[in-house]
């Protein structure tokens, strides 16, 4: 017994040999798709996310290139970068690495990308395309937990989604998505009273908050889908998610690991975006 693990590494590798194909075509058509990377300041964290993203752009054939200045850049100047980038032909992407220091105005920096070179889909214009249902890109790591759903044929419609989690980049719009797959969504957050009479009639359950062990057993109803997007360092240096894992594993139907679960998707449909915007462009010339 126990829960299907849908693993996101494997879904990635797939995905991305045939965003490969795409890749190809494009180069023999004369677009190489490229993703301009702005990553401020040393975060470990954030440079291993960035690792990741080139090694993905490697596999799929995507060009990459890494701007890593210093975190004491003004904000006039990461504009006048992203400016650059705006402007260049053979950058199709653009994705500046959140957190920002302090200092820097981070909705005035999101505001500041083109929407059409926008491949988190973190811009306004793109989250206003997202809620009406219009055509722009899909914020990457919610598309990668609807891939993730899909390719397991798990259905979505008229079933209930409780999404724990509200932040502008996971929470919110995994509930967005969900709803346009027709679920009933439910979101959960710091003010909820009793979360556990809530996250227990999920059918699906995405956890997204970033504290380890968050969503034990007893939080979910037997059968449950529980997605974890959740990414926090233990204390010995590991990798854990939001999710008890091996207790969960014992009562859910699906359960999603980390590491290798929605982190590879995630980056996955950032090539997925990259990729379209290439299309585009080709298609407009
Ligand atoms: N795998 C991937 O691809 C990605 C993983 N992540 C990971 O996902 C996690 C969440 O990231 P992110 O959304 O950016 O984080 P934020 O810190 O921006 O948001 C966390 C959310 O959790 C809620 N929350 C915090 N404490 C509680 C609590 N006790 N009860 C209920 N809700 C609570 C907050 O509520 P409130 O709004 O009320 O403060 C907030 O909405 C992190 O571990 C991050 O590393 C993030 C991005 C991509
Ligand atoms: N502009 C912007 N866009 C983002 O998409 C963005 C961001 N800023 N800031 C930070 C968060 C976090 N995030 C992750 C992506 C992949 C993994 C991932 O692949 N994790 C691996 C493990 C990686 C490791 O070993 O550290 C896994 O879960 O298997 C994790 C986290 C994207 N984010
Ligand atoms: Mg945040």
Known sequence: ?????????????????????????????????????????????????????????????????????DESITEEELLGKIDTLNNREDIHGILVQLPLPSHIDEQKVIMAIDPSKDVDGFHPYNTGKML???????????????????????????????????SNIVGKPAGMLLLKENATVTFCHSRTKDMRSHTKQADILIAAVGKEKFISADDIKAGAVVVDVGVNRTSDGKLAGDV?????????????????????????MLMYNTVISAEKRLHAT
Request: proline fraction near 7%.
């Open 244 to 268: 008890d894992f091996e207790s969960v594993k014992e009562k859910a139907s699906f359960i999603t690991p980390v590491p290798g679960g929605v982190g590879p998707m995630t980056i996955t």
């Open 132 to 166: 009406t249902g219009d055509d722009g890109f899909l914020p990457c790591t919610p598309f990668g937990i609807i891939h993730m759903l899909k390719s397991r044929n798990i259905p979505i419609e008229g079933r209930h989604a409780v999404v724990v989690g509200r």
């Open 1 to 69: 017994m126990g829960a299907e693990v849908i693993s996101g590494k494997e879904l990635a590798q797939a995905t991305r040999q045939s965003l490969k194909e795409r890749t190809e075509e494009l180069v023999s058509q004369g677009i190489t798709p490229g993703l301009g990377v702005i990553l401020v300041g040393n975060d470990p964290a954030s440079a291993s996310y960035v690792r990741g993203k080139e090694k993905a752009c490697l596999e799929t054939g995507i060009h990459s290139e890494v701007d890593r200045p």
